[in-house]
């Protein structure tokens, strides 16, 4: 580790952040690579699943734990086991999937191992790859609650915002999140799972205090963890509000962003 940084960690946002589309960047893999050797600790925070997560971090060659499913979910590769584990309340689980039943969507629900795709119509199974499962309406089975509901859709959305968000405010997050292709996802997590509170987990488990972590993000749901952090890089297509609650605004995620910041922070073992 550079004895002149204070930093021993940095958490990186997937979508708008390491990833353009769906792919990791040949330069973001090697920033990611170079920071692992010169002895940071690298930990994927991201609103997908956990095996998204654990695949990307293979690519860079990293073992570290994983925040998922927006922070519901804190996952330890080595161990096979997760650290942390936060469930959307049952009532909350019932009242979204019935007016997901009741809309045109695209809602994807992780459900422990797995990953709910509710569509109105059978998808090509080649798109449809493990953990993923197709299903034309959300039931709860048992006690198995989701950690993460994901939904597409202006009018389910609008549904969703007048409601549920208000009736179940301490109970559930709503935020806006953006998606590969560019597009607005509602993004549903338990009110105590936040990429914030998954920091705090993920660094606790590692013996790192989340004030040596370097935070990376672009979007609502990545502020908590903005907050828990010591220092926050925003991307620079990232929203005015992200942008304020930064310590250093980067290029856009496609212009090389993530890699731009770490090159500073190896240089000078901080940010401007």
């Known amino acids: 580790m550079p004895n002149h940084s204070p930093y021993r960690a940095l958490a990186f946002d997937l979508d708008g952040t390491l990833l353009v589309g769906e792919q990791l960047p040949p330069a973001n893999r ?3 690579r ?9 930990i994927i925070a991201t609103a997908r699943w956990k095996e998204a997560a654990l695949a990307i971090a293979a690519q860079a060659g990293v073992e570290d734990p994983v925040i998922a ?6 996952h330890d590769p080595g161990l096979g086991a997760d650290v942390f584990d936060e469930r959307l309340p049952a009532e909350f689980a019932q009242a979204l999937y019935a007016l997901c039943n009741q809309e045109r969507c695209i809602a994807t629900v992780t459900v422990g191992e797995r990953v709910w795709i509710k569509l109105d119509g059978e998808p090509d199974p080649a798109l449809i790859t493990p953990p993923m499962r197709w ?19 202006s009018r389910v959305g609008a549904r969703i915002r007048g409601e549920l968000q208000e009736r179940f405010s301490d109970k559930v997050n709503v935020f806006d999140s953006v998606g590969p292709t560019g597009k607005v996802i509602l993004t549903i997590t338990a009110k105590n799972a936040t990429k914030g509170a998954a920091l705090h987990a993920a660094c606790a488990h590692l013996g790192i205090p989340p004030s040596a972590a370097v ?3 672009d979007a609502e749901n990545d502020l908590a963890m903005f907050a828990a952090a010591g220092a926050a890089v925003a991307m620079g297509q990232a929203s005015a509000a992200v942008k304020a609650a930064a310590t250093y605004v980067s290029r856009p995620h496609d212009q090389g962003g993530v890699a731009h910041a770490i090159e500073i922070l190896l240089e000078r073992g901080r940010l401007p």
Do not use: H, K, M, W
Request: include cysteine; glycine fraction near 12%; hydrophobic fraction near 40%.
């Open 69 to 74: 499913c927006s922070g519901a979910q804190v």
């Open 30 to 32: 090697d920033a990611l």
């Open 135 to 153: 299903t034309p309406r959300l039931e709860l089975s048992g006690n198995d609650l989701p950690r993460i509901a994901a939904v597409q859709g």
């Open 34 to 42: 170079a920071v692992r050797d010169a002895g940071y600790r690298i």
């Open 215 to 217: 935070a990376f993000g």
